[in-house]
């Protein structure tokens, strides 16, 4: 920071962020979207079984940037709870994160069109044929609570409006507090909605996993599995959230706002989400591994055969070792040039983690790891025009809040030992 860190600051009378820094980096975002689903649509039409890559590419993509709005209204949801100044730097990408529900409620479609792709619970497909007897006895009992066509969708379409109407109710009211901040006791109103908030996001996205990963493999279960992607939707929303606030960081308002201090407080909860993630998946492993079960162990040999379980060594390292060490360090977790890139390796390994989860679910008799580009490419387009959208949203509103009681606390001097 080039200001004097003991001096006491004051709220930038201008508080929208850099319009230039941001028309630059939204552009790059529409380009690459566009570029990579051009690449997508060509790639399914090429080459034997292209179009059951291209679903399952895209549904990886899909889940991860779904993901990535579900952690930021989760995370806006728990900052609220907290009260907590952590938040106040990154409200702003948070309730542009979770502005992002009537995009990926778009983006679904193609998943519908590919469902007999994807889903072995749909009678009549190849998936369904290819199933044993005892597969097909386990996938007719679900077909009657769960796994039929017509609910699945009217699950997609509850899913979404329930999520849309959280969120946007959340960034609605945050605008009115910053219009009137004394109008209406805004920090209890907050609460109560975020109570109930996290509780029905905790819900609906277990069974929205289900539907959409789990049920890949619909002879397969484990009850720890919605926990472990609500811990990676954290870490890919901390991520994203980092960087948007280092990047804005360059130019005033954020330059003067942004503190050693509340980096070092996002670090430290990035830390935080970086061992939730590796513990819940840790735990469903030794749980599956120690009893055993040949219906539920299935899961890890496929994913421990052939050239998987190189993958696999791939992701303990990088997904939770190196992210582990680095961010034990107080010093790095403070400095921008360090944190950006580790924050784009996380949501680059994210993406690998969603091909370890999806592919082998189809898994061929050799257990060979079967990559395809377009597992690449799906999440640059998805992820493309998901940043495109969330930094409109961004540039729409303020970059901070002026208002909240806390913000005192942001502009008072940091001290020596931050």
């Not at 995370?75 to 009260?83: I, R, Y």
């Not at 619970?121 to 006895?137: E, F, K």
């Not at 091909?355 to 597992?375: A, D, G, K, L, V």
Request: proline residues 5%.
């Amino acid at each position: 920071m080039s200001m004097d860190p003991h001096a006491q600051r004051t709220v930038p009378d201008d508080r929208t962020g850099p319009v230039w820094l941001m028309d630059r980096y939204q552009s790059r975002a529409l380009i690459v979207g566009a570029l990579f689903t051009i690449l997508l649509i060509i790639g399914a039409f090429l080459g034997p079984n292209s179009s059951d890559h291209f679903f399952r590419a895209y549904l990886a993509g899909y889940v991860m940037w779904t993901g990535a709005s579900l952690g930021c209204m989760a995370l806006l949801m728990v900052q609220h709870l907290s009260a907590g100044k952590w938040g106040l730097i990154i409200r702003r990408p948070l309730e542009a994160g979770a502005a992002q529900f009537p995009l990926m409620f778009l983006l679904f479609i193609p998943i519908i069109f590919g469902m007999k792709h994807l889903f072995p619970w749909i009678q009549g497909g190849s998936l369904w044929n290819a199933q044993n007897s005892d597969a097909h006895t386990i996938m007719l009992h679900k077909a009657h609570l769960m796994m039929n066509v017509p609910f699945f969708l009217v699950r997609w379409v509850l899913y979404f409006v329930i999520w849309w109407a959280f969120s946007t109710t959340l960034r609605r009211w945050s605008l009115q507090r910053d219009r009137d901040p004394l109008g209406r006791d805004w920090q209890r109103i907050f609460e109560n909605v975020s109570g109930i908030g996290v509780v029905v996001y905790s819900l609906t996205m277990t069974f929205a996993i289900i539907d959409w990963v789990m049920s890949l493999d619909p002879t397969w279960y484990s009850t720890i599995f919605g926990l472990i992607y609500l811990a990676g939707q954290g870490l890919t929303a901390f991520s994203i959230c980092i960087i948007t606030v280092l990047l804005l960081s360059q130019e005033e308002p954020m330059r003067t706002m942004l503190r050693k201090t509340e980096m070092h407080d996002i670090g430290k909860l990035l830390f935080a989400f970086v061992m939730l993630y590796a513990y819940l998946s840790f735990s469903q492993w030794l749980i599956i591994w120690s009893g055993n079960l040949p219906d539920e162990i299935q899961f890890y040999l496929h994913r421990m055969a052939g050239n998987w379980v190189n993958l696999s060594r791939f992701l303990i390292l990088f997904e939770f070792a190196v992210p582990f060490a680095l961010l034990l360090s107080r010093r790095l977790k403070k400095q921008p040039a360090f944190m950006v890139p580790l924050c784009a390796l996380i949501l680059f390994v994210r993406i690998v983690d969603m091909y370890w989860h999806i592919e082998p679910s189809f898994r061929t008799q050799e257990r060979e790891i079967t990559f395809n580009w377009m597992y690449l490419a799906a999440p640059l387009a998805i992820g493309g025009f998901w940043v495109f959208f969330y930094i409109r949203s961004l540039k729409s509103r303020p970059v901070f809040p002026a208002y909240d009681a806390q913000m005192e606390e942001i502009l008072e001097p940091e001290h020596a030992t931050a």
